[in-house]
Each structure stands twice: as C-alpha cells, then as structure tokens.
C-alpha cells in the first residue's frame, strides 16, 4: 500500500515528480509512493483508481511548477471539471486527506482566487519549496518533516520499520537478519541522514546565516484589524535570502531577500482585486533585525488602504 500521493502535470514538472518519488521511496520504501505514469496499468480506470489510491493514502503531494497553471485554447485548465489534477486534489479534499503544496522550478503559490472555488483550499495549505540547487536537503527536509510525528498531519513509518517494510512489499527477514545489499543501503541511508543533519546544523550558525536560516514564527497583527500566526522559513546562501513567509496565514515565496549588517530584509508579492477590473500588485516589505533568539520585524504592508500600514512583530524559533 502506497505511503504518498504525488499529483502533477507532465508537461509542467514530470521530471521533478521522477525525482522526488525516487528520493521519497529510498527514504521510506520502494512502492511507498504512487505515480501515475508507473502505477496505473494499460486498460485500467484511471479515474477509478485515483479516487482508491488517494482514499488509501495518509498525504498527497501536489507539485506546483511554473506551467501548473498555464491555459489552454478553452481556457484556464483548472477552469475545466474533468481536469486530472483538479480532480486529484477536489478528491483529496473530500477524503479530507492531508495536502501539501510542493513548489518546484522557481514557482510562487498561487492566489485563492487564481483557483476553482472546490480546490482553493489548498491555497492556504502550507507549502515546501524544493530547489534544484539544494535539492537534496531541501527533500531530506521534506522527508524529515512527513515522517515526524503529527507535523503536516500526516505520520509516517520511519525507515527500517516493520510497518514501513511491510507498506513497501519486503519480504520478512530471517532471525532479524538483512542481506549484504541491505546493509549496505541502511549504512548509506544513515550516513546521508548524518551529513544532511551536519549540514543544518551549520547553516544556522555560518558565517553568512548568522543564525537566521530556519524556520520562526510569530503572532502579526495587521493595520486592517486582522491577526495572524505566521511560519516563516529561512534558507540563506552566500548572503542571499530565500524562503517562504505567512502572509494573511498564506505561506508565499521571498523575493529581493537579503542579509544586512544587524538582520535581513525581504519582499513578498500579493495580488489584489479593486472591483471594476482594477487588479494591482502589492509589494509588502519586511526589514528584520536580530536580538538573541528573536527577530524583531517593521513590516510594510503596502496594502494603500491606509496612510500608514506599518507593523511591528517579533517571530521566534518553535
């Protein structure tokens, strides 16, 4: 029985979804993870055996790449209901299985409003970006993250346990004994899992981190009387910074982010509707500065609603 769901448009980010449930199934057991173009035989129902997998599964996975929702000659392709990937996700919703967004080849979370009314919940779904030139933390992360104990709601075996042999089809072992190629893999596994944790652990503490990267959170309350609690995820290289950051409770991707000399600063991008087909974009800026063990934010909104949409907040580690 399949683990992981992972929902996709070939044309958008098959090859991501290749690697991804490759990566997953090392970490969890082959078989763990259902893909439609190698677990839906020739003649099958597809559509029969989507709406089983899913109702069997404990997450879905739903790849977003930069052509997730790219149009068609009739229209916006989630516009239409036979739509396969629609279809996927308005099924996993109504199973209330778990959904996580997974942003891949540099694309943003879409808008609730970009969305079909039946899957626009998963617009408010936290979501994990896997970068290709970090792809291997970034999955190791993501892995870490399925497998821990109520964080995403959906737990997983961890790897080399009955329960996760049995879910990947392996035959029982004798006297609790593997064979030489099993241990081998186990003895990769555990060192890949030692230098990726080697690897965070400096991160948090390098030279151009300075103890930034990683994930903080903190109650922000907007200037137009709303309040929320935020996530926000760090990852910086070489000085730049990168990410996701809650706003409004949407986690959205960083832009123009940065270290400076006592914090960081970054942008982030929201689409707003005026009526009368006035639509605009909306730059909300944060500039942070570190003070131990939180980080002391002055948002800008940006919202034009207000003369002054300045915010005052304090995230800190979980």
Not at 312 to 318: A, E, G, K, L, M
Request: hydrophobic share 40%; with cysteine.
């Amino acid at each position: 029985m399949s683990l992981l769901f992972v929902s996709y448009r070939r044309n958008d980010s098959a090859g991501h979804a290749g690697r991804l449930t490759d990566a997953l199934e090392l970490r969890f057991g082959e078989g763990s993870v259902f893909r439609d173009v190698d677990d839906i035989a020739p003649g099958e129902n597809f559509e029969h055996v989507i709406q089983t997998r899913i109702s069997q599964v404990r997450g879905v996975l739903v790849l977003i790449g930069p052509r997730w929702l790219e149009p068609t000659e009739t229209g916006p392709r989630l516009g239409h209901a036979d739509d396969f990937v629609r279809r996927e996700i308005e099924l996993a919703l109504a199973s209330d299985t778990p959904i996580v967004p997974v942003l891949v080849g540099g694309a943003t979370m879409p808008e609730p409003s970009m969305l079909p009314p039946s899957i626009r919940e998963v617009a408010t779904r936290q979501a994990v970006v896997l970068r290709d030139a970090s792809w291997k933390i970034d999955v190791a992360l993501l892995a870490d993250a399925l497998a821990g104990p109520g964080v995403l709601g959906i737990e997983l075996p961890q790897p080399g346990s009955p329960e996760q042999r049995r879910s990947a089809g392996e035959a029982p072992t004798v006297g609790g004994r593997h064979g030489p190629g099993r241990v081998f893999a186990l003895l990769c596994a555990t060192f890949a899992v030692a230098v990726v944790a080697w690897l965070l652990a400096g991160s948090a503490t390098n030279e151009d981190g300075d103890g930034v990267a990683g994930v903080w959170s903190g109650t922000v309350d907007y200037p137009w009387g709303v309040t929320r609690e935020e996530r926000f995820e760090f990852v910086v290289e070489g000085g730049e910074l990168s990410g996701r950051a809650g706003f409004l409770g949407v986690p959205r991707a960083i832009e123009a982010g940065r270290l400076t000399d006592d914090g960081l600063q970054f942008e982030l991008r929201t689409r707003a509707d005026y009526g009368a087909g006035d639509e605009r974009i909306l730059v909300h800026r944060y500039r942070g500065v570190r003070a131990g063990d939180e980080i002391r934010f002055r948002l800008d909104a940006g919202s034009g609603l207000q003369a002054a949409d300045q915010v005052s907040f304090i995230v800190r580690r979980p």
